[in-house]
């Protein structure tokens, strides 16, 4: 991970969804009685608008559909839907088992539980639609989380690690694995908990990265430190 800016980060917010929308980050923040959907400044970290999440609920990922933002819930089978331009509640989408991480690739909702599998759904219905199950030198990858789809791939964030999976759709297959490790320092680290959140900024082909409970987050670029694989 080759930092390019580091901005200021609400070290009470358990990140677990993170996304960036025309200039905004828009961020899904977990733990029961203290769940949240925020929108945030990027450059100051400021949280320009919050919504408290109701405390039944452990929030998770996030992923904006159209002018819907989508959150899901860790194991109480609902996926939350709001519209993007009040951040009102829309209802909700049922579904079955836990929820981690969620992207959406222009056509269809990928979303983890915790397992090796992902899970392709329906963006109007949440109703699934196939899925993959992903591997890296012919091995399970388990504890996928926190999701961002970007131009084909998906990239993950591995559960309790520092590492980043960039993951072909088609196949499982991890084709890059990024070490986003050092980024705090060991003060920083001991107050904070693991590395969760990831977005892509189109415009200018950067990722925001950040954590739970951390106090920075960093734009970023991932840079190869070997040769892709074929």
């Not at 769940?35 to 608008?49: A, M, N």
């Not at 209802?91 to 269809?108: R, S």
Request: net charge negative; aromatic share 10%.
């Amino acid at each position: 991970v080759k930092v390019l800016a580091t901005h200021h980060h609400d070290p009470q917010a358990y990140t677990q969804g993170l996304l960036w929308h025309e200039g905004k980050l828009y961020e899904s923040t977990g733990q029961y009685g203290a769940s949240s959907l925020r929108e945030v400044s990027p450059v100051t970290g400021e949280v320009l608008r919050f919504v408290p999440v109701d405390q039944l609920y452990f929030a998770e990922g996030l992923a904006l559909v159209g002018d819907r933002l989508i959150q899901l819930t860790w194991k109480e089978d609902k996926a939350l839907v709001y519209g993007l331009a009040k951040l009102d509640p829309r209802g909700a989408f049922d579904y079955t088992g836990e929820g981690w991480g969620l992207c959406y690739d222009g056509q269809k909702l990928i979303m983890s539980d915790g397992s090796d599998r992902l899970t392709f759904r329906d963006p109007d219905t949440f109703t699934p639609i196939g899925g993959v199950n992903v591997s890296e030198d012919g091995a399970p990858v388990l504890n996928l989380n926190e999701l961002e789809c970007v131009d084909g791939v998906i990239y993950a964030n591995v559960w309790q690690t520092d590492r980043i999976l960039r993951i072909d759709p088609a196949n499982g297959r991890v084709t890059a694995d990024i070490d986003a490790s050092g980024l705090l320092s060991d003060a920083e680290r001991a107050k904070a908990e693991v590395l969760n959140g990831i977005a892509w900024r189109p415009d200018t082909k950067t990722f925001f990265i950040t954590g739970k409970y951390w106090p920075k987050m960093f734009e970023v670029v991932f840079t190869p430190t070997s040769a892709p694989t074929p």
